[in-house]
């Protein structure tokens, strides 16, 4: 199973930036992608999800209303649209992914996931 991001930047508060995460190798039995943010000094935290199948989502109450997770299974692409940054959300940003293995999996609790890319950088300024 291979991740990989793009997208991050810098960007001014109250500007937009789009994350995608290309995702290859995994089994048809189904997955759950989701995006996590760690700033310096800070834990890991998750910021939104979905599911391969019937794309539910989850989103952290910080990012509600801002963000958008969305998937193109034809392209292996998930994306992550942030509108409305603040310099709060600054952080680098990972992108993970659970594969099912007969029951499906829906979280955004990193420690469940156990594959992860190389993370981008996101810098808003105030």
């Known amino acids: 199973v291979q991740l990989v991001e793009s997208g991050g930047g810098l960007v001014q508060a109250g500007g937009s930036l789009t994350l995608s995460c290309k995702v290859s190798?995994?089994?048809?039995?189904?997955?759950?992608i989701g995006w996590f943010r760690q700033a310096p000094g800070k834990e890991r935290e998750g910021v939104s999800c979905?599911?391969?199948?019937?794309?539910?989502?989850l989103y952290a109450d910080s990012v509600k209303g801002r963000f958008t997770i969305s998937r193109d299974n034809a392209k292996n692409m998930v994306y992550l649209q942030m509108n409305s940054l603040k310099p709060e959300d600054t952080a680098v940003y990972y992108c993970a992914a659970i594969q099912w293995r007969g029951w499906r999996v829906v979280s955004t609790n990193p420690r469940q996931y156990e594959h992860w890319g190389q993370g981008t950088q996101v810098t808003v300024s105030s």
């Open positions: 979905i599911s391969s199948s019937d794309g539910e989502t």
């Open positions: 190798g995994f089994t048809s039995d189904g997955y759950t």
